[in-house]
T-cell receptor, first 114, second 113 residues
Framework: EPEVTQTPSHQVTQMGQEVILRCVPI?????FYWYRQILGQKVEFLVS????????KSEIFDDQFSVERPDGSNFTLKIRSTKLEDSAMYFC????????????FGSGTQLSVL | AQSVSQHNHHVILSEAASLELGCNYS??????LFWYVQYPGQHLQLLLK??????LVKGIKGFEAEFIKSKFSFNLRKPSVQWSDTAEYFC???????????FGTGTRLTIIP
């Protein structure tokens, strides 16, 4: 079965540092997403991306966050200046349809901000 | 506001017991509903989904869920659980034509051998 790959599985960083979380979506998918889950809380939508631009973003996705599809295969989430409250599990997902019917999630990157 | 509620935070059952996990949603319009499972150390996997048609949907690993529109519910059931069902279960919803999933807080299921 095809899968979404995320690297690294665990990222530790100092507060104020920039981090880039990487994802390789399934190859023929067109819709890409980032979700996050703070420990003990809900999985929350961050951003959706289609046709090389953001199609929707949540309140969480402020100016510190950005996404990019730099080379047609990778899909990255950048946090410019990390805060303690950015510590969470970040999930990448991709789909070939817009309605969530065939959404595949990666195994997540655990981000720890110290 | 759109929301999904899962009232059971942690459920502990013995093997072969029957399972029902509650999920209620608050959404306007046509809603699509999902149950995801996350086994320890693994990614979220889709168990089943409801888009339209028969309100009783069957998923993988013997799970099923029933969409009851009048109760705004989409409870997950399994007649006889196994130790391997130990995992976190998430209910999620989205409006028809919308791509953004709203998740519940999850229910941790522990099966005792």
């Amino acid at each position: 079965e095809p899968e979404v790959t995320q690297t690294p599985s665990h990222q530790v960083t100092q507060m104020g540092q920039e981090v880039i979380l990487r994802c390789v979506p399934i190859s023929n998918h067109l819709y890409f997403y980032w979700y996050r889950q703070i420990l003990g809380q809900k999985v929350e939508f961050l951003v959706s991306f289609y046709n090389n631009e953001i199609s929707e973003k949540s309140e969480i996705f402020d100016d510190q966050f950005s996404v990019e599809r730099p080379d047609g295969s990778n899909f990255t989430l950048k946090i410019r200046s990390t805060k303690l409250e950015d510590s969470a599990m970040y999930f990448c997902a991709s789909s070939d349809t817009r309605n969530g019917e065939k959404l595949f999630f990666g195994s997540g990157t655990q981000l720890s901000v110290l | 506001a759109q929301s999904v509620s899962q009232h059971n935070h942690h459920v502990i059952l013995s093997e072969a017991a029957s399972l029902e996990l509650g999920c209620n949603y608050s959404y306007g319009g046509t809603v699509n509903l999902f149950w995801y499972v996350q086994y320890p150390g693994q990614h979220l996997q889709l168990l089943l989904k409801y888009f339209s048609g028969d309100p009783l949907v069957k998923g993988i690993k013997g799970f099923e869920a029933e969409f009851i529109k009048s109760k705004f519910s989409f409870n997950l059931r399994k007649p006889s659980v196994q130790w391997s069902d130990t995992a976190e279960y998430f209910c999620a919803a989205t409006n028809f034509g919308n791509e953004k999933l709203t998740f519940g807080t999850g229910t941790r299921l522990t099966i005792i051998p």
